[in-house]
Nanobody, 126 residues
Framework: QVQLVESGGGLVQAGGSLRLSCAAS????????MGWFRQAPGKEREFVAA????????DYADSVKGRFTISRDNAKSTMYLQMNSLNPEDTAVYYC???????????????????WGQGTQVTVSS
């Protein structure tokens, strides 16, 4: 059974940083692309960042480009999201997700992700 567990969320002031982690189990982690999504109150879930199975390719939503960095450590079956220069608009529940197909391209759409974590709250105060 695949399990994804996020951690690292919390309350931070505008301009601050947080590092989210997503620990995966139950699957050969290194064969699958992964991504981060977020959902703010009253809004739909949106794409944040994605990384290929090898870690060689990444992409970001325009709103976080240059501020967030996605990475993965396949030896530890863990994905990360380093978030810098946070602003109140980044406040949301952040979810990690894993693709349903092996060695697939980066995906920006939630329906192409098969498994999801429970989410971790990120709150940025002004």
């Amino acid at each position: 059974q695949v399990q994804l567990v996020e951690s690292g969320g919390g309350l931070v002031q505008a301009g601050g940083s947080l590092r989210l982690s997503c620990a995966a189990s139950g699957r050969t982690f290194s064969k699958y692309g992964m991504g981060w999504f977020r959902q703010a109150p009253g809004k739909e879930r949106e794409f944040v960042a994605a990384i290929s199975w090898s870690g060689s390719s990444t992409d970001y939503a325009d709103s976080v480009k240059g501020r967030f960095t996605i990475s993965r450590d396949n030896a530890k079956s863990t994905m990360y999201l380093q978030m810098n220069s946070l602003n109140p608009e980044d406040t949301a529940v952040y979810y990690c997700a894993v693709r349903g197909t092996t060695y697939s391209r980066i995906s920006y759409t939630s329906y192409e992700y098969e498994y999801w974590g429970q989410g971790t709250q990120v709150t940025v105060s002004s």
